[in-house]
Antibody, heavy 115, light 110 residues
Framework: QVQLVQSGAEVKKPGASVKVSCKAS????????MHWVRQAPGQRLEWMGW????????KYSQKFQDRVTITRDTSASTAYMELSSLRSEDTAVYYC????????WGQGTLVTVSS | QSALTQPPSVSGSPGQSVTISCTGT?????????VSWYQQPPGTAPKLMIY???DRPSGVPDRFSGSKSGNTASLTISGLQAEDEADYYC??????????FGGGTKLTVL
């Protein structure tokens, strides 16, 4: 069965960077794109970007274009999302989700930004 | 890219039907059939309920159905059950090869 397992919760100081991982299993990793979505406390889902599992092509939301980097390691069936220059407003649960339809989701990773 | 427009809340009694709308533009909902709907109970990850306007993943009850007209997509839940109470989000692929979500709708089963 398809599973996306994310890395654990993080606490970061303002200005720092965070890198969240998403390990996929149960399907051929490089056939599907991986998307990243975040949800601040009590707020809506917010799409951040995606990476093509095969050729590594990326596309980012304009809002995060300057601060986010999505990569993947096909040998480890793992996607990564790194967000830099963190501020308090980046406190959120970060999800990975497979394909444009987001048919499978990771369990979420809480990133807390606090001084 | 602005968020797709959803009503903040809808409600219905058990057994009734409710419809949640999702309005976008000709750059997203109006151009593509890649519109999805997600159910999110409190404290859990979203779950895909409808994809490609009206297709249901395996295991999703046929009480859930989707449609689209112009720039507006809709999710209809018939035969409401208490377990349907959750937040619902729509999303659409866009002409910029990005994805945009709706603002979310809280469904209350009375």
């Amino acid at each position: 069965q398809v599973q996306l397992v994310q890395s654990g919760a993080e606490v970061k100081k303002p200005g720092a960077s965070v890198k969240v991982s998403c390990k996929a299993s149960g399907y051929t990793f490089d056939i599907y794109a991986m998307h990243w979505v975040r949800q601040a406390p009590g707020q809506r889902l917010e799409w951040m970007g995606w990476i093509n599992g095969g050729d590594g092509h990326t596309k980012y939301s304009q809002k995060f274009q300057d601060r986010v980097t999505i990569t993947r390691d096909t040998s480890a069936s793992t996607a990564y999302m790194e967000l830099s220059s963190l501020r308090s407003e980046d406190t959120a649960v970060y999800y990975c989700a497979r394909s444009y339809s987001h048919d499978y989701w990771g369990q979420g990773t809480l990133v807390t930004v606090s001084s | 890219q602005s968020a797709l427009t959803q009503p903040p809340s809808v409600s219905g009694s058990p057994g009734q039907s409710v419809t949640i709308s999702c309005t976008g533009t000709s750059s997203d909902v109006g151009t593509y059939n890649r519109v999805s709907w997600y159910q999110q109970p409190p404290g859990t990850a979203p779950k895909l309920m409808i994809y490609d306007i009206s297709d249901r993943p395996s295991g999703v009850p046929d009480r859930f159905s989707g449609s689209k007209s112009g720039n507006t997509a809709s999710l209809t839940i018939s035969g409401l059950q208490a377990e349907d109470e959750a937040d619902y989000y729509c999303s659409s692929y866009t002409t910029s090869s990005t994805v945009v979500f709706g603002g979310g709708t809280k469904l209350t089963v009375l």
